[in-house]
C-alpha cells in the first residue's frame, strides 16, 4: 500500500514538472514571436522618428525612444518606455481597433485623448492626423498604457500611407 501512494505521488510531481516544462516552452515562444511581429525593423523607427521631428509634428513616432540595440523585455516596449504595439487594423468598432501583427492579435483602445500622426514612408514625412483616417487593412503602431486583460489604450496613434 505504501509503495502504491508514493508511486502515485512520483507520477503526479512528473507530470506537473512535464507541464511546466511545455509552459516555460511555450511561454518563450509567444514572447519571441510576438517580439519578431512587433519589431521588423529597429531603423525603420528611427526613421520615422526623425521625420516626425523634422516635420515639426513635435509627437513622438511609437517604438523610437530608447537604445535601439538594447533587447525588448516585453512585447513592443524597452524598460522604461511607453508600451507599444503595431499591426494591421483588421476590425474598427467605435473606439476599438483590433490589430494582427503575424501570430498576434491586439486589441487598442482609442480615448479623447489620443493623438494621430500620419507616416509617408515613401518621402519619409509625417503629419497630424484625425481618427477618420483610419481604415480596415492599414498599418498602424499604437503607444500608450498597457491594461490589465492586455490590451492598450493609446495615447498616441502613428499611420502608415
Do not use: W
Amino acid at each position: 500500500m505504501q509503495k502504491r501512494r508514493v508511486h502515485k505521488r512520483f507520477v503526479l510531481l512528473a507530470i506537473l514538472m512535464a507541464l511546466a516544462l511545455v509552459a516555460l516552452i511555450g511561454g518563450s515562444f509567444v514572447l519571441s514571436s510576438a517580439y519578431a511581429a512587433n519589431h521588423g525593423s529597429l531603423q525603420e523607427a528611427a526613421t520615422q522618428k526623425t521625420s516626425a521631428e523634422q516635420a515639426g509634428c513635435g509627437k513622438k513616432v511609437p517604438g523610437c525612444e530608447g537604445n535601439a540595440s538594447s533587447p525588448d523585455t516585453k512585447p513592443g516596449s524597452r524598460p522604461g518606455d511607453t508600451p507599444s504595439l503595431e499591426g494591421r487594423i483588421t476590425s474598427i468598432s467605435g473606439t476599438t481597433i483590433i490589430v494582427q501583427s503575424k501570430n498576434l492579435v491586439s486589441t487598442i483602445h482609442l480615448t479623447s485623448n489620443t493623438t494621430f500622426i500620419k507616416f509617408n514612408p515613401l518621402n519619409k514625412e509625417s503629419q497630424p492626423a484625425s481618427r477618420s483616417v483610419l481604415k480596415i487593412g492599414q498599418v498602424i503602431q499604437a503607444e500608450g498604457t498597457l491594461n490589465s486583460d492586455g490590451s492598450l489604450a493609446a495615447s498616441m496613434v502613428s499611420i502608415e500611407g
